[in-house]
T-cell receptor, first 108, second 114 residues
Framework: AQRVTQPEKLLSVFKGAPVELKCNYSYSGSPELFWYVQYSRQRLQLLLRHISRESIKGFTADLNKGETSFHLKKPFAQEEDSAMYYCALRDTGNQFYFGTGTSLTVIP | NAGVTQTPKFQVLKTGQSMTLQCAQDMNHEYMSWYRQDPGMGLRLIHYSVGAGITDQGEVPNGYNVSRSTTEDFPLRLLSAAPSQTSVYFC?????????????FGEGSWLTVV
């Protein structure tokens, strides 16, 4: 069963516009949610995690347990934000599940 | 500060050849895994290991073998390469969930099977 769903494969926004990358999950326990970013031909790296409640590179994500969502948001997109973004869930058994990814393009 | 190291970075294989992708981590992580990344498919788990001597299948294990003789190393073997195995492969490791740390990835191995 798909535990993490990212409905948008491709997303394009203009520089300076707000951006929201959607992520929904399916898990009955207490998951940990993460966002990973992959810049062109680089390794995946952690962007942020829900338990930290922090803002990284202007991005934030709030865990909404009622809607089982963990959407990634940024008020003003920058060209350097263009990358592939993966939402991920870690279950209580330490297993990670990744969504199919959203490729974000910020248009100058 | 090596983290997760994968080799080779690029490889071209002929159909039917075998090869091993090497993965090593120096963070003493118990959990290691191999993913393949394909356009539109995201990351799919091939095999994983929760500790030395223990391995298990992920979502797409067919055509691949793994072993975990030490905590540090987790090689992925392609037994008889097929064009469908053309992909980018990522090795990853993570500590126990209680540590509060997350999963770390290698730089990826680009494999082409012709």
């Amino acid at each position: 069963a798909q535990r993490v769903t990212q409905p948008e494969k491709l997303l394009s926004v203009f520089k300076g516009a707000p951006v929201e990358l959607k992520c929904n999950y399916s898990y009955s326990g207490s998951p940990e949610l993460f966002w990973y970013v992959q810049y062109s031909r680089q390794r995946l790296q952690l962007l942020l995690r829900h338990i930290s409640r922090e803002s990284i590179k202007g991005f934030t994500a709030d865990l909404n347990k009622g809607e089982t969502s963990f959407h990634l948001k940024k008020p003003f997109a920058q060209e350097e934000d263009s990358a592939m973004y993966y939402c991920a869930l870690r279950d209580t058994g330490n297993q990670f599940y990744f969504g199919t990814g959203t490729s974000l393009t910020v248009i100058p | 500060n090596a983290g997760v190291t994968q080799t080779p970075k690029f490889q071209v294989l002929k159909t039917g050849q075998s090869m091993t992708l090497q993965c090593a981590q120096d963070m003493n992580h118990e959990y290691m895994s191999w993913y393949r990344q394909d356009p539109g498919m995201g990351l799919r788990l091939i095999h994983y290991s929760v500790g030395a001597g223990i391995t298990d299948q992920g979502e797409v294990p067919n055509g691949y073998n793994v072993s975990r003789s030490t905590t540090e190393d987790f090689p992925l073997r392609l037994l008889s390469a097929a064009p469908s195995q053309t992909s980018v492969y990522f090795c990853a490791s993570s500590p126990d969930r209680t540590s509060g740390n997350t999963i770390y990835f290698g730089e990826g191995s680009w494999l082409t099977v012709v």
